[in-house]
């Protein structure tokens, strides 16, 4: 299989997959190389970065920061930054405590609703990257809910009894951190949830790319997105967000080596 597979997220963060499995695997699939791309986090590079090289296997460093504009989700992808950057290790630091609180909070609701989950036990086995979907799969166990979008529908998605918002983290001041970090920022999947006057303002802002290829992007969606990139100059990528579940699988959308080559120039230019 060739190509690179830019957007895969580990136990560091919501994954199921150690590092080590992903990166195993992989290279047993004949990938070309991967990025590993957790939430809010760069806990898990340098195993990763120490396993690529033992295995000889093309490894990008990368994170991807979750924002928000006008009460919509939005996902930056960073790659090639300096994950020990001492600037982006304190704002991850601050944005993963945030997550930790939230937590806490959507617990406590839960509890009064009559859905008490083992906030304590979460908080211990998620790591850095504690979100809602750890939240949606105890609620699973415990029997509250049919599946995690069940959970979300009727409990945690916004609007819902048990939702509580997030700090406020911009897309701005994500490709700033990736820049700042010196890598290049990629928007990602803005087939889901994006509005297209946004995109405008983060490629006057120095944003590289653009993830065109992503599992729940349409046909139509990734023609209107490569023709952006193409008018704006941008690199498109493609990537499975592959979260060690079977909805997707690794490898299943990548990025071949000659835009791989293009994102890689914009990391010249964008600084």
Request: aromatic fraction near 8%; charge should be negative; include cysteine.
């Amino acid at each position: 299989m060739r190509g690179f597979d830019l957007h895969v997220h580990s136990t560091a963060s919501d994954g199921l997959w150690t590092v080590g499995k992903i990166i195993k695997t992989a290279k047993g699939m004949g990938l070309e190389g991967l990025a590993i791309t957790d939430h809010d986090t760069t806990a898990g590079l340098d195993e990763a970065l120490r396993l690529a090289e033992e295995f000889n296997f093309p490894l990008i460093p990368g994170v991807e920061l979750s924002a928000e504009w006008q009460d919509l989700d939005i996902h930056i992808l960073g790659y090639w930054l300096d994950h020990r950057q001492p600037r982006l290790l304190a704002r991850l630091l601050q944005l993963q405590e945030a997550r930790r609180e939230r937590c806490r909070q959507i617990g406590a609701r839960l509890a009064s609703l009559g859905m008490p989950i083992d906030v304590d036990g979460l908080l211990a086995a998620a790591g850095d990257s504690i979100g809602r979907p750890h939240i949606a799969y105890a609620m699973v166990n415990k029997s509250y809910c049919l599946s995690v979008t069940d959970a979300f529908r009727r409990h945690i998605g916004r609007g819902m009894p048990a939702y509580v918002p997030r700090e406020k983290f911009s897309p701005f001041e994500a490709v700033e951190m990736v820049l700042a970090a010196g890598g290049v920022a990629v928007l990602a999947h803005p087939g889901l949830t994006f509005p297209d006057d946004l995109l405008y303002d983060l490629i006057k802002l120095g944003l590289g790319g653009i993830e065109i290829y992503h599992p729940e992007h349409t046909p139509g969606q990734e023609r209107k997105y490569l023709k952006i990139a193409g008018e704006y100059g941008l690199a498109y990528t493609g990537g499975s967000d592959f979260h060690g579940r079977g909805d997707r699988s690794l490898g299943q959308r990548v990025t071949y080596q000659y835009q791989l080559e293009v994102l890689k120039q914009k990391i010249i230019t964008s600084h």
